[in-house]
């Protein structure tokens, strides 16, 4: 099996930062590429940035300039440091890994339980 835990989540104010970890563990080949995403109340799951394994990256728009995504691929571990944060980016944000397993033909997607982030005064 694997398992994704995420670590970091919690109450900030407005303009402060946050750091969110996310480590991979179980049984499988490799990791290919690993993302954050989030989901406020009411709305649908978006992507907040992904890297692959070469450290290739993207970012959401809202969130380019602020948050940096990184990846440690000996620890199977991605992390994501997000700086002047606002109130729009309250949400329960979750890791996601795209990776191969032995006799299993093809990538398949994990997604960690999720921590919340709450941005107010």
């Known amino acids: 099996q694997v398992q994704l835990v995420e670590s970091g989540g919690g109450l900030v104010q407005p303009g402060g930062s946050l750091s969110l970890s996310c480590v991979a563990s179980?049984?499988?080949?490799?990791?290919?590429?690993m993302g954050w995403y989030r989901q406020a109340p009411g709305n649908q799951r978006e992507l907040v940035a992904r890297i692959t394994s070469g450290g290739y990256t993207n970012y959401a728009e809202s969130v380019k300039g602020r948050f940096t995504i990184s990846r440690d691929n000996a620890k199977n571990t991605v992390y994501l440091q997000m700086n002047s944060l606002k109130p729009e980016d309250t949400a329960v944000y979750s890791c996601?890994?795209?990776?191969?397993?032995?006799?299993?033909?093809?990538?398949?997607?994990?997604w960690g339980q999720g921590t919340q982030v709450t941005v107010s005064s």
């Open positions: 179980g049984n499988f080949l490799n990791i290919n590429a």
């Open positions: 996601n890994a795209a990776l191969s397993r032995t006799g299993v033909v093809g990538i398949e997607f994990y």
